[in-house]
């Protein structure tokens, strides 16, 4: 069950371009989360009620991490916050990415929707599976998170729209040829921007493919429908509530 719990911020690393990595303890939340879930974050002076969905970067021994870009103000007071302030964090919240320990794994993730795909490797990696890791941004200095996913025993391979870093290019173009040493039992995890995801709706049908959406969220819980997406048998599914993992046949984007 989600909590409001009032979490401290431990620490703050710029990690990218306007892209930071907070530190914050938070003991109910760490402990009842699971890789692709979410948080609602207070994104304001104490007493705002604007809250913002930020995924869950990490999760450990009490504390969670979250990556985040500041395109605001709500993230630019995020980024201001220091060490010892405190802020309100409800969740966790939303449905997560089934693991599938046992079968190899290919993890995309498109500028800051590599964010949530940490925790996942880091609950794979002590199944001991191959995971490669496919990171693509505009340019070099969006990339996040490459050294975190190294240092889990990925294999990880990048691309940048301008060439500056890795592959020249979307990073979907280069998913054929990066999965040839995986057989259809490969599981697909995408995060990133809808067009991105629309091109990992189209793989082989053999293939199993999870998504992670990002929509705008404003109560986190399902009751505004303010983030509902197209559901594949018709009708509407609730990304905050529903989601915000998918397999593909469940949604049409």
Excluded: K, N
Excluded at 18 to 32: C, F, N, P
Excluded at 160 to 172: Q, Y
Excluded at 206 to 213: A, P
Aim: a neutral charge; hydrophobic letters at 45%; aromatic letters at 6%.
């Amino acid at each position: 069950m989600p909590m409001l719990e009032t979490a401290t911020v431990v620490g703050q690393t710029r990690v990218a371009r306007d892209t930071y990595r907070m530190e914050l303890a938070a003991a109910g939340i760490a402990a009842a989360s699971c890789p692709g879930q979410f948080v609602m974050v207070q994104a304001g002076h104490e007493g705002a009620r604007l809250r913002r969905p930020l995924s869950l970067h990490r999760f450990d021994a009490g504390r969670v991490e979250l990556l985040y870009r500041v395109v605001g103000s709500g993230t630019r007071w995020l980024a201001g916050l220091a060490p010892g302030e405190q802020l309100e964090l409800l969740g966790p919240l939303g449905r997560g990415f089934p693991l599938h320990p046992d079968r190899p794994a290919v993890l995309v993730g498109g500028g800051i929707g590599g964010a949530p795909l940490v925790a996942l490797a880091e609950a794979r990696g002590r199944a001991e599976v191959p995971t490669l890791v496919l990171l693509g941004a505009r340019q070099a200095a969006e990339l996040v998170a490459v050294d975190r996913f190294r240092d889990l025993g990925c294999r990880v391979e990048v691309a940048t729209d301008d060439g500056s870093a890795g592959r020249h290019g979307l990073v979907t173009q280069w998913l054929p040829e990066a999965m040839a040493d995986f057989g259809e039992e490969a599981v697909i995890y995408g995060c990133g921007p809808q067009g991105m995801l629309r091109a990992l709706m189209t793989l082989d049908p053999r293939f199993t493919v999870y998504l992670s959406l990002e929509e705008r969220m404003a109560c986190g819980v399902g009751a505004c429908l303010g983030c509902a997406v197209a559901a594949a048998d018709g009708g509407y599914l609730r990304v905050c509530r529903d989601g915000p993992v998918f397999a593909r046949e469940e949604v049409r984007l």
